[in-house]
């Protein structure tokens, strides 16, 4: 369990985080992260998870409460080097285009 309470934008957002490994084994765990802008008086709800499919894949996903959706698949192909393949949809506005990206972070 990690929970945390952090103050950004100088002072202008407040941010409440909370994480929590359900399965050691395979790297499950859920997480939540409340926002609140002071300047716009608004509130943003993050809820996310993530799974481990083999000791080299992860898949994560979260939503929030204005609607987007985003994914990713990220796979440590050489010891410290990753690729990860994401997408995110805004579901309040399906007819626009999701977004997708491609990602390569090389170690040495």
Avoid: M
């Avoid at 950004?8 to 859920?30: E, M, R």
């Amino acid at each position: 369990l990690i929970a945390s309470l952090n103050v950004n934008d100088k002072g202008d957002t407040l941010n409440a985080s909370y994480y929590h490994t359900v399965s050691p084994l395979n790297n499950t765990a859920v997480g939540a992260e409340l926002s609140h802008s002071f300047s716009s008086n608004e509130n943003t709800l993050t809820i996310g998870t993530q799974h481990a499919l083999d000791p080299l894949t992860l898949v994560k996903a979260r939503v929030n409460n204005y609607g987007k959706a985003s994914t990713l698949i990220q796979h440590e192909w050489c010891p410290k080097s990753l690729v990860t393949l994401s997408g995110e949809v805004d579901t309040r506005a399906i007819e626009k285009s999701a977004k997708l990206g491609l990602a390569v972070a090389l170690k040495p």
